[in-house]
């Protein structure tokens, strides 16, 4: 397929799942707007190599304003966004009654406000266009739970409901809205996790296999790549229809 004339724009895109879904984008010919706190210069030199325009926002998805002058300069910029990936979100792991207030504010305003805020700006040249695709990086956690991670599971969970409601507003257009659920993706947020493991004493050589084993039955984690491709068919016109969904990509875990 082709993307060729498309503009992306990628929340949390120098690192990680965004990255490798930018790359994918970029190889099948779309512009891509980077997003995130990383190493900008790396993301936007492998941007650069599948030969597309790129370029990069510093916006703090936690500031609804920031949010709207990053949305402001890919309309000025690029003519405004095609394909809107919401990728963008952060992670603190405690028990509810000791979860700090600000961790809790942080993660909801990252992983579930900043979707509503890019989706709002970005639905009216959507549709002016009669065409668009946002594609919403939620979680397996979107889907079930786990203990000690209540900030993060609530706003996944939200995340698919607002992807459901967002694919129900826009259901008669050439706009679809659909999310993604991964499972153990080895990004730096799951690295903290199997690093907190090994501080409290884990084998470093089976923190990884222990965690897989725990919830992922392929005992394989994701990969970025793998991500890429499923939104690269979600772009596609062969998934016109699949609207508000929410896929899992996750070697099985809510299977069981």
């Given at each position: 397929?082709?993307?060729?004339?498309?503009?992306?724009?990628?929340?949390?895109?120098?690192?990680?799942?965004?990255?490798?879904?930018a790359?994918?984008?970029?190889?099948?010919?779309?512009?891509?707007?980077?997003?995130?706190?990383?190493?900008?210069?790396?993301?936007?030199?492998?941007?650069?190599?599948?030969?597309?325009?790129?370029?990069?926002?510093?916006?703090?998805?936690?500031?609804?304003?920031?949010?709207?002058?990053?949305?402001?300069?890919?309309?000025?910029?690029?003519?405004?966004?095609?394909?809107?990936?919401?990728?963008?979100?952060?992670?603190?792991?405690?028990?509810?009654?000791?979860?700090?207030?600000?961790?809790?504010?942080?993660?909801?305003?990252?992983?579930?406000?900043?979707?509503?805020?890019?989706?709002?700006?970005?639905?009216?040249?959507?549709?002016?266009?009669?065409?668009g695709?946002?594609?919403?990086i939620?979680?397996?956690?979107?889907?079930?739970?786990?203990?000690?991670?209540?900030?993060?599971?609530?706003?996944?969970?939200?995340?698919?409901?607002?992807?459901?409601?967002?694919?129900?507003?826009t259901?008669?257009?050439?706009?679809?809205?659909?999310?993604?659920?991964?499972?153990?993706?080895?990004?730096?947020?799951?690295?903290?996790?199997?690093?907190?493991?090994?501080?409290?004493?884990?084998?470093?050589?089976?923190?990884?296999?222990?965690?897989?084993?725990?919830?992922?039955?392929?005992?394989?984690?994701?990969?970025?790549?793998?991500?890429?491709?499923?939104?690269?068919?979600?772009?596609?016109?062969?998934?016109?229809?699949?609207?508000?969904a929410?896929?899992?990509?996750?070697?099985?875990?809510?299977?069981q």
């Amino acid at each position: 397929m082709t993307l060729n004339g498309k503009t992306a724009l990628i929340t949390g895109s120098t690192s990680g799942i965004g990255l490798g879904i930018a790359q994918s984008l970029a190889k099948a010919g779309a512009r891509i707007i980077l997003n995130g706190f990383g190493d900008v210069e790396a993301a936007k030199d492998a941007i650069d190599a599948c030969g597309v325009r790129a370029g990069y926002h510093g916006a703090d998805l936690s500031d609804a304003g920031q949010i709207e002058e990053m949305m402001r300069y890919a309309e000025r910029e690029f003519g405004g966004v095609d394909i809107l990936i919401n990728n963008a979100g952060i992670q603190h792991v405690s028990p509810i009654e000791h979860f700090p207030v600000e961790k809790w504010n942080a993660i909801l305003a990252i992983n579930l406000s900043s979707v509503f805020h890019t989706t709002r700006l970005a639905l009216p040249s959507m549709r002016a266009r009669n065409w668009g695709r946002i594609i919403n990086i939620a979680s397996v956690h979107g889907l079930v739970a786990s203990k000690d991670k209540a900030a993060y599971v609530a706003a996944k969970h939200g995340v698919v409901g607002f992807t459901k409601t967002t694919a129900l507003e826009t259901a008669q257009t050439g706009i679809t809205c659909n999310a993604l659920c991964p499972g153990w993706v080895l990004t730096p947020l799951v690295q903290q996790q199997i690093d907190k493991r090994i501080a409290e004493g884990a084998d470093p050589s089976d923190a990884r296999e222990t965690l897989l084993a725990e919830k992922q039955p392929s005992r394989a984690f994701v990969t970025p790549e793998q991500l890429g491709e499923l939104t690269l068919f979600l772009c596609s016109e062969g998934a016109a229809q699949v609207r508000g969904a929410a896929w899992n990509m996750d070697g099985g875990w809510v299977a069981q």
